[in-house]
């Protein structure tokens, strides 16, 4: 039982490239989430996913899109990095209680 | 809107200290509370949670009461190891929908021998 799960664990971008964070749960969760951690601002919500084939925008989607691939796999995907997505995203799941459960993180860095 | 306030820190403590950090909350409805931790390197795990007014959630020495008339969910322990160091993040969460949660901004505790 793995739990949460993302990859990459670090990477560097250039200005303009795209990537796609994967995340995947073996804890048959419905509810999925992204997050960004930056200093000073704790997490904030990027995008959440209720339930399998459904996907909603959080805080600061802006600059970033979502794909529920089936009930395991939430990734998150930037389509033209920026500096300011510079971070550390963290997936987390929830199942049928309230605690949220977080995977490892991936560190970013857009030069 | 919801908000959670604590401070960011960092604490300083000597081992065997008495840790307090304050987190204080505003929320439309009856949130549950919780304290999450990270450790160097690592993504958050819940450390204690409490689910209405009154409620302590206790866990690894550390307790919280969930005090509703000051909205508050203050984090203690009586005698703090060097293993405790990490950032302490105070969160609520609002029953229904997918359930939202929101995060105070972190306090970082380092603890030294």
């Known amino acids: 039982n793995a739990g949460v799960t993302q990859t990459p664990k670090f990477q560097v971008l250039k200005t303009g490239q795209s990537m796609t964070l994967q995340c995947a749960q073996d804890?048959?969760?419905?509810?999925m989430y992204w997050y960004r951690q930056d200093p000073g601002m704790g997490l904030r919500l990027i995008y959440y996913?209720?339930?399998?084939?459904?996907?909603d925008k959080g805080e600061v989607p802006n600059g970033y899109n979502v794909s529920r691939l089936n009930k395991r796999e939430f990734s998150l995907r930037l389509e033209s990095a920026a500096p300011s997505q510079t971070s550390v995203y963290f997936c987390a799941s929830r199942g049928v209680q309230e605690t949220q459960y977080f995977g490892p993180g991936t560190r970013l860095l857009v030069l | 809107g919801n908000s959670v306030t604590q401070m960011e820190g960092p604490v300083t403590l000597s081992e065997e200290a008495f840790l307090t950090i304050n987190c204080t909350y505003t929320a439309t409805g009856y949130p549950s509370l919780f304290w999450y931790v990270q450790y160097p390197g690592e993504g958050l795990q819940l450390l204690l949670k409490a689910t209405k007014a009154d409620d302590k959630g206790s866990n690894k020495g550390f307790e919280a009461t969930y005090r509703k008339e000051t909205t508050s969910f203050h984090l203690e322990k009586g005698s703090v190891q060097v293993s405790d160091s990490a950032v302490y993040f105070c969160a609520l969460s609002l029953a229904g929908g997918y359930q939202k949660v929101t995060f105070g901004i972190g306090t970082k505790l380092q603890v030294i021998p």
């Open positions: 804890m048959n969760h419905n509810s």
């Open positions: 996913s209720a339930s399998e084939g459904t996907t």
